[in-house]
């Protein structure tokens, strides 16, 4: 899937005219976005102590550290298998039991997802006349409503089906979304709730920040309203679930979302691979760098 995305977006985009983009682009803005994403980084492995801490688990920040880098670079390779390593790492080198570790990786998702859908219905209220004014251009105005209320009936049904029905299923559903609420719910249950939100609101603005200030890296985009940023950021974070953190995916979302707003699509597309590729080398140098110094660094601790 990724490689045929990569050979998709080169047709698009020849390679020797995105060579001529990383050429001639400001790195300075470059190196801010980067900059921003390892803040980013940081602040979710200082974040993960606070909900290790009421588990009677004092982690060091080093190996915290550490097993977020190793989880992000083990995430190219196999998908989700980063949430695995990291919680396994843990275990290896802080005796933390892998059921407990994992537990917490999985609340701390459910509070990114819950910030994700914020930053939508922000985004949502910010460009509402915008998106208001292209689903009325593209679409009959009478079939969105239709649309919209045959929607509503099926969530009822749905919803109706699932609160009554004893199928496997029905179970399975009402389980994984109970757990999704409980996960949610433990944060504000932290001794440190409060430090924790401070982080995942400090963790999702450096992450559009990053996005943002990588912007001015070309010409082309400066003139580029906040409002596409936003549109782009969140179309380019869902790509990272399509393909191995987002190869091949990540430009060519940008470019779909950028399009939206009449955005050239060379510039488009070699910004989405300029941000990919920088963020990528920042995870590919942090990961190898942590597999690395994990067993050394805790080479006594194992002897103990």
């Known amino acids: 899937m990724g490689v045929f995305l990569i050979w998709f977006s080169l047709s698009k985009v020849p390679l020797t005219e995105l060579l001529s983009y990383f050429k001639n682009a400001n790195y300075n803005w470059i190196f801010l976005g980067m900059f921003c994403g390892f803040l980013s980084h940081l602040s979710r492995a200082y ?40 919680a ?11 059921e407990k570790g994992f537990g917490t990786i999985v609340a ?10 914020v930053i939508i219905i922000i985004t949502l209220f910010i460009q509402f006349d915008f998106i208001y004014q292209f689903f009325i251009e593209k679409f009959n105005p009478v079939f969105i409503l239709i649309a919209l209320f045959a929607l509503g009936i099926l969530f009822f049904i749905f919803f109706k089906f699932i609160k009554t029905s004893k199928t496997s299923f029905a179970l399975k559903l009402k389980t994984f979304v109970s757990g999704l609420i409980e996960g949610a719910l433990s944060i504000f249950k932290m001794k440190k709730k409060w430090a924790f939100i401070g982080h995942t609101i400090f963790i999702w603005s450096m992450y559009i920040a990053m996005f943002y200030f990588t912007s001015f890296s070309l010409t082309e985009l400066h003139t580029i309203p906040f409002g596409a ?27 779909a979302a950028f399009s ?15 941000v990919w590729t920088s963020q990528t080398l920042l995870l590919v140098l942090g990961g190898g760098l942590s597999l690395i110094l994990l067993p050394i660094i805790n080479k006594n601790k194992n002897k103990q």
């Open 108 to 117: 701390e998702r459910v509070a990114d997802l819950l910030v994700m859908v």
């Open 88 to 98: 396994s790492i843990l275990t290896t080198y802080e005796n933390v039991p892998f």
């Open 229 to 255: 940023i936003l549109i782009g950021f969140i179309s380019a974070s869902f790509s990272i679930a399509a393909t191995n953190g987002g190869i091949g995916s990540y430009p060519i979302a940008v470019y």
């Open 47 to 86: 974040r993960w102590r606070f909900q290790l801490e009421p588990l009677g688990y004092n982690v060091s920040l080093g190996n915290s550290i550490m097993a977020v880098f190793s989880a992000y670079l083990i995430n190219y390779t196999i998908p989700r298998a980063g949430e695995v390593a990291r």
């Open 260 to 274: 939206l707003f009449s955005i050239a699509q060379s510039p488009s597309i070699a910004f989405g691979w300029i």
